[in-house]
RNA sequence: ACACAAGAGCAGGUGGCCGCUGCGCCUUUUUGGCGGAGAGGAAAGUCCGAGCUCCAUAGGGCAAAGGUGCUGGAUAACGUCCAGUGGGGGCGACCCCAAGGAAAGUGCCACAGAAAAUAGUCUGCGAUCCCAGAUCUUCGGAACUCGGGUCGCGAGGGUGAAAACGUGCGGUAAGAGCGCACGGUCACGGCAGGUGACUGUCGUGGCGGCAAACCCCACCUGGAGCAAGACCAAAUAGGGAAGCGUCAUGUUAAAGCAUGACACGGGCGGCCCGUCCGCGCUUCCGGGUCAGGUCGCUGGAGGAGCGUGGUAACACGAUUCGUAGAGGAAUGGUCACCGCCUGUUUGAUGGAGACAUCAUGCAGGAACAGAACUCGGCUUACGCGUUUGUGUCUAC
RNA sequence: UGGGGCGUCGUCAAGCGGCAAGACUCCGGUUUUUGGUUCCGGCAUCCCAGGUUCGAAUCCUGGCGCCCCAA
């Protein structure tokens, strides 16, 4: 879990984002073909600025698109894989219906109830605004990590106001990350590793 | 100009696009369209008081536990508010006070100090006696000093946060509220004022502090809480409600009826009175649990201005307004413009200058904080401008 | 949402009005050729702010933080 942590960090400071995925696609898959390098470098935020004014599609965002039963979450935490950003922990599960469906978590370590609305908020949005960051409908869970864990190089910033949410901070984050799961799991043969992908995840994080 | 005190107030605005949740209407009855609504002064902390719901009688008495504590009023109620009394702080505007009882009782007051509460004696003051010393002597003694014994005293020193009311005079062998005058404070009584706390005055008597130490006095408090609770559906599983206590005697063929006696255990979150329940049988069919749904769920001690009454809190009257209801938890995201503040560039005006005002460009900032049944308060967090008042300085 | 409990040195903690014990750790010194051990010394805003009191870690009030329980 620590290990990981440094991982991260240490991949954000020198500002490239997709490749905080590659050590696990490299230590799974020693001898294996890597498709992700071409489509490695197009990143969300050129996409972001056309995509608000998009006239032709209505992004909507009904009830039924959420996770609403604490059986559900529980299923998704049970058989989900497990990705880890900078501020966020994302579990991705199977979905039983024809459309994707968000659950969000939010405790009370992660800040106010001011801040928690923030975070849940801005990641909805993110949720509604890109519909296709999603080839085929899963079950995601975004739980938001602790305040004092969401920024670990704040004692070399001077300016305290640095970590607050923006919708375009957010999509940066979540949007790689997604991308590379589909990838990964198109290429290792569709939906049905959900059990596999779970058990090599585990034998990382020890 | 600076520093402060009190009061009332606002919580940037408008528009475009894309969304979320209720409500109403129309089509469809999966859905879609239109209209309109959608966080706060603290929504917070959960510190008090209520409404509402349930709990086997919330019935009485005693006790325990907890809380409140100057007076009068307001209020549904309050530990809240208003007005006053007393005390304290500040130069002042003004602010603060759990502010009953120490003369019901118990207890505590470390260290220091003689003594911390029925006063007492370390240094002391004084009287008297004894011993010793030296001085004077009319040889009888006189007065003094040191030490010791007895008695009286509560003044001075020193200690301490606090030393047995304070100051002055008298008084005495020395002294002492021992007496007197003035003053502080407390209790009681009289008179005057006030609804009252209390104030003024006179008289008498007294004089350590602590009750946010135990306690006493007066008053108040049943408990749990909307995840309360009600209904519906489904599954699981066997229980739930109503009636009948026992014995003896009398009567009767019996059942039954009447009278009398008696019993244990448990419940009513302590005890007593009081009251309810029991084992088994009979009759009836509903009952319990659960992040399934619906209701509870927002119109209420509601707001605004006006009039009347009241010093005020507030009350009354008529008018007017219509104001969130989520449920893994909505009330948003983004863009543009305007407005505010700060820093800075340039220009203009005023001025000797410092600087001030206006215009313009750039950069940055805009707090504390999110309803979960609902109200009345308290406390805490926090940005801004404004009104009135106080003090100091400068100028006229 | 409701109900409980607790904050004392870096850590574990005692102390319930009168000098803040102790253990481990850390720092400085001592012993030793050196290290360890031993010995000596040091290190506290008693979570914060007010109040009661002569005096508050303790008593009272209000905040802040942490933990637990019920669903």
Redesign the pocket.
């Known amino acids: 879990m620590c290990r990981e942590k440094d991982l991260s960090t240490k991949q954000h400071q020198s500002k490239t984002h997709p490749r905080v995925f590659g050590p696990y696609a490299n230590q799974e898959r020693p001898g294996g073909d890597q498709p992700t390098s071409s489509t490695r470098q197009e990143t969300s935020v050129s996409q972001r600025s056309c995509e ?4 032709d ?8 698109f ?6 559900e ?2 299923s998704v935490l049970k058989s989900g894989r497990r990705m880890f950003t900078r501020r966020f922990v994302l579990y991705v599960g199977h979905s039983g219906k024809a459309f994707t469906r968000l ?3 939010t405790s009370r ?1 992660s800040g ?4 928690r ?2 975070i ?3 990641v ?2 993110a949720f ?2 890109h519909p296709e960051w999603f080839v085929w409908p899963v079950d995601l ?1 975004v ?1 938001a990590k602790p305040a004092t864990q969401r920024e670990p190089q704040s004692s070399e910033h001077p300016q305290p ?1 640095e970590p607050i949410f ?3 901070s957010v999509v940066a984050e979540l949007g790689p990350a997604l991308r590379w799961y589909f990838q990964r799991a198109q290429s290792s043969g569709g939906q049905d590793d959900g059990r596999a992908t779970k058990n090599d995840s585990n034998n990382e994080t020890q």
Do not use: M
């Not at 959420?66 to 059986?71: A, M, V």
């Open positions: 608000i004014t998009r006239p599609a209505r992004l909507l965002f009904p009830k039924h959420r996770l609403l039963k604490s059986r979450f529980d659950g969000l978590t370590k106010s109830a001011v801040q609305n923030r849940r908020r801005c909805r949005e509604r605004l869970l739980i106001r923006s919708l375009a």
